[in-house]
């Protein structure tokens, strides 16, 4: 794999021993120019969000919930279409992360916050549940989910990826979830994406709802 100069990367003809003459025999583009690709843009105009952040370590989550709001704004998004969710640790980001993805009010969801290693296995046992969660709440709801929770093995590690060394990655969610939320339209459609979120929110209440049973005397 290499990249352009302009950030862009390409498959190498000659990686493996294939030669660009080989693949003009083949049949195949020369040219990563002749591939038509699709990919998400970064304008958040018109879109919203909810952000998920988690209140342990707030030193850490608070600048990447920062950076985070900062980056959607960036991207044209209003300050009146960003919804904020507060939970206690990381643990409970999931569970309220679907919570507002269930309500078919936002385009993506942001999940932020940040996890350090102690003398326990607990850390284990939570980066897992926090993965799972997000993944699965992204997956059977439909609605984009940016993973933006930091897995440090010392504070100095999540201190340099909330702002320092190693960028921000509150930021980097940010963009994921424009850039994710762009390209699911582009894929299947506006329309469509909004059909497939109004019949999924009907069947959700069709289930919540109580069947009405009429009592007999």
Not at 33 to 61: D, M, P, W, Y
Not at 132 to 155: M, N
Request: hydrophobic share 35%; aromatic share 6%.
């Amino acid at each position: 794999m290499c990249a352009d100069f302009d950030g862009s990367s390409t498959i190498s003809p000659r990686r493996h021993g294939v030669t660009e003459k080989d693949n003009n025999k083949q049949g195949l583009p020369s040219s990563p120019v002749q591939i038509k690709t699709i990919e998400g843009n970064l304008s958040a105009a018109g879109k919203r969000f909810g952000i998920v952040v988690s209140r342990f370590n707030e030193f850490i989550t608070e600048r990447l919930f920062r950076s985070a709001f900062d980056g959607l704004l960036r991207c044209g998004a209003k300050r009146k279409d960003i919804q904020v969710v507060r939970v206690p640790g990381s643990f409970e980001i999931p569970s309220a992360a679907r919570t507002l993805a269930e309500t078919r009010k936002y385009d993506a969801i942001i999940c932020l916050g940040c996890l350090l290693r102690g003398d326990t296995a607990h850390y284990d046992v939570i980066v897992n549940e926090v993965a799972r969660g997000i993944g699965q709440s992204a997956q059977e709801t439909g609605v984009p989910h940016a993973f933006g929770v930091l897995t440090c093995e010392t504070l100095d590690q999540a201190i340099d990826r909330a702002g320092l060394k190693m960028g921000n990655k509150g930021f980097e969610a940010a963009l994921a979830a424009v850039e994710m939320v762009n390209l699911r339209q582009a894929v299947v459609g506006k329309k469509t994406v909004s059909s497939q979120l109004s019949a999924v929110s009907k069947k959700r209440k069709t289930k919540l709802s109580p069947r009405s049973k009429k009592r007999t005397r």
